[in-house]
């Protein structure tokens, strides 16, 4: 497959003026976002709960950091163009205006509205999930089944230890929350056309989508839930509060539903960690980035220890969140690229 950066010199080089004017690609994509949306009023509907967004972290907060890294990788950008013939601030200036038109930005800007619709839209699902009976543990069982018996993180317990490893596997488990809004701006800044951009950003959409959906066909809360005994040895970390933190969030949420800050946050199927990362890893190879995504094969399997070794997911969890992420890709390019489509 020929690099997607190849097409217009660099990710980083000769600035191109994008073609996007009298162009519909996008339509697809805001399609999905209003389907989406429709399932999730509906799901609303029958649960009678509202929508919520918790403090604004759901919606404002995140598309508020979006932006911000948007402007910030728009004048790096920017910067790193102005460079090849010497650079000054006005040169800069220019390689930034030349480059981000009016098209340009709009694209950009909606394409961010519709990620997060449909991200709001998945954490309300997500939540409204707490209402359906849970099958940890079926769950148990089958990693049980999977190792012969043994538990894959006492395994992994025995393996690593359990004093210092709890903190390092915390820090790769939290790295997460700061690689996903990196990893999907970049592609709209450094991408050489729009609509390429779009292509990680509609994939990612339908992560979240086929996630929740996973989340529906087993509904579950995690291995430190169900068999807290596994993980009582392991030195205390943020996400030992975290995870308490959400399960009183899931119990006021079933006790009270119509209470105002209700809101769960908890689920185990499928791991959208690992499913996130490794559609970084198809992406960065989509877009030629070979030693990029070398380097990201060693990051996905850390995130899959780490999701286990912590008792956030069972090994089928990051099992389905491969799974997830393969055909996420995969309806992405088709969303930006229908068959018969011209490529423009």
């Known amino acids: ?7 217009a010199g660099s990710a980083t080089g000769t600035t191109v003026r994008p ?34 967004d918790p403090d604004g972290r759901v919606f404002m907060s995140r598309i508020a950091l979006s932006l ?10 920017g910067v790193v163009r102005a460079r090849r013939g010497g650079w000054s601030l006005r040169r800069t200036r220019e390689a930034i205006s030349t480059r981000w038109t009016r098209d340009r930005v709009l694209l950009a800007v909606t394409g961010l509205l519709a990620y997060h619709l449909v991200y709001a839209s998945y954490r309300n699902l997500k939540s409204w999930n707490a209402f359906r009976t849970q099958h940890d543990d079926a769950l148990v069982d089958s990693d049980r089944w999977l190792f012969f018996g043994h538990s894959p993180a006492v395994l992994l317990h025995d393996l690593f230890g359990r004093d210092v490893a709890p903190h390092v596997f915390r820090a790769i488990y939290e790295s997460f929350s700061v690689m996903v809004p ?23 959409m339908w992560v979240w989508i086929l996630g929740v959906a996973s989340y529906y066909l087993i509904p579950a809360i995690g291995p430190f839930d169900a068999v807290p005994q596994e993980f009582a040895g392991l030195d205390r970390t943020s996400v030992t ?11 006021e949420l079933l006790l009270d539903p119509g209470a105002a800050g209700s809101f769960a946050s908890i689920g185990a199927f499928a791991s959208l960690h690992t499913g996130f990362t490794f559609l970084v890893l198809l992406m960065l190879r989509y877009y030629g980035l070979r030693r990029a995504a070398n380097l990201m094969v060693l990051y996905l399997v850390a995130v ?10 069972y090994v089928l969890d990051d099992v389905a969140g491969l799974a997830i992420a393969w055909a996420a890709v995969r309806l992405g390019r088709l969303t930006v690229h229908p068959p018969g489509r011209s490529a423009a």
């Open 304 to 313: 899959m220890v780490s999701t286990i070794y912590l008792g956030w997911h």
């Open 241 to 251: 509060a975290t995870q308490a933190t959400y399960m009183a969030e899931r119990s």
């Open 68 to 77: 911000g890294i948007l402007v910030v990788l728009m004048v790096l950008d």
């Open 1 to 7: 497959m020929t690099p997607i950066v190849s097409q």
């Open 19 to 52: 073609r996007v004017q009298g162009s519909r690609w996008w339509v697809p994509t805001w399609a999905v976002v209003v389907v989406f949306g429709a399932v999730a009023l509906w799901r609303s509907r029958q649960v009678d709960v509202p929508f919520r």
């Open 182 to 204: 990196i990893s999907f701006v970049a592609a709209l800044v450094l991408a050489p056309r729009m609509r390429e951009g779009y292509v990680f950003l509609t994939s990612a």
